[in-house]
């Protein structure tokens, strides 16, 4: 069964920094791209960041672009985002998904997410 | 800052038949990338529900269907149960030169009455 755990959430003061981590099971962690996307107390679903198998590539949004930063140790089965700079508007529940397929070499991969993890809540506040 | 703009909610009574709109524009779903949905329970993570415009993942029941035309995208829940009532996201790809490279729609809330 394919698992994803998020830990490191918690309680940081504006301009603070947090490592999330994400540690996956039941599939072979490696060979899939995976994502952070977060959601905003009582708000909607926001695509955060993305590496690729591999890492060759590392993707954000414009909203924490040179803030926040994303790595995977494949032999941890482990997923990082490691956030800096935060600021209020980046309180939410942060979630990993993986793709939901392997993607083929040398093709761009599925553009969408397959499984998720359950969260973990990030609040910045004084 | 959702690109992709749907109904706050809509609601149904058990049996019926309701549907979820997803617009977009010609950077995402006009561009030709595809919608995908996700439902999400209350207290959960959300778990996808229509991928590539029209396709369930397995354990997904047919009485989920999506449709693409356009720079828009629909959902539809025929013979609505009480389990249904979730919100539900629209997600697509954006190929603008700024922005999110994933965008999600602002959610809808099913109701069911």
């Known amino acids: 069964e394919v698992q994803l755990v998020e830990s490191g959430g918690g309680l940081v003061k504006p301009g603070g920094s947090l490592r999330l981590s994400c540690a996956g099971s039941g599939f072979t962690f490696s060979d899939y791209s995976m994502h952070w996307v977060r959601q905003a107390p009582g708000k909607g679903l926001e695509w955060v960041s993305s590496i690729t198998s591999s890492s060759d590539f590392r993707y954000f949004a414009d909203s924490v672009q040179g803030r926040f930063t994303i790595s995977r140790d494949d032999a941890k089965n482990s997923l990082y985002l490691q956030m800096n700079s935060l600021r209020a508007e980046d309180t939410a529940v942060y979630y990993c998904?993986?793709?939901?397929?392997?993607?083929?070499?040398?093709?761009?991969?599925?553009?969408?997410?397959?499984?998720w993890g359950q969260g973990t809540l990030v609040t910045v506040s004084s | 800052q959702s690109v992709l703009t749907q109904p706050p909610s809509v609601s149904g009574a058990p049996g019926q038949r309701v549907t979820i709109s997803c617009t977009g524009s010609t950077s995402n779903i006009g561009a030709g990338h595809d919608v995908h949905w996700y439902q999400q329970l209350p207290g959960t993570s959300p778990k996808l529900l229509i991928y590539l415009n029209n396709n369930r993942p397995s354990g997904v029941p047919d009485r989920f269907s999506g449709s693409k035309s356009g720079t828009s995208a629909s959902l539809a829940i025929t013979g609505l149960q009480a389990e249904d009532e979730a919100d539900y996201y629209c997600?697509?790809?954006?190929?603008?030169?700024?922005?999110?490279?994933?965008?999600f729609g602002t959610g809808t809330k099913v109701i069911v009455l």
């Open positions: 998904a993986r793709d939901p397929y392997i993607a083929v070499a040398g093709t761009s991969g599925p553009k969408w997410f397959g499984p």
């Open positions: 997600q697509s790809y954006d190929s603008s030169l700024s922005g999110s490279m994933y965008v």
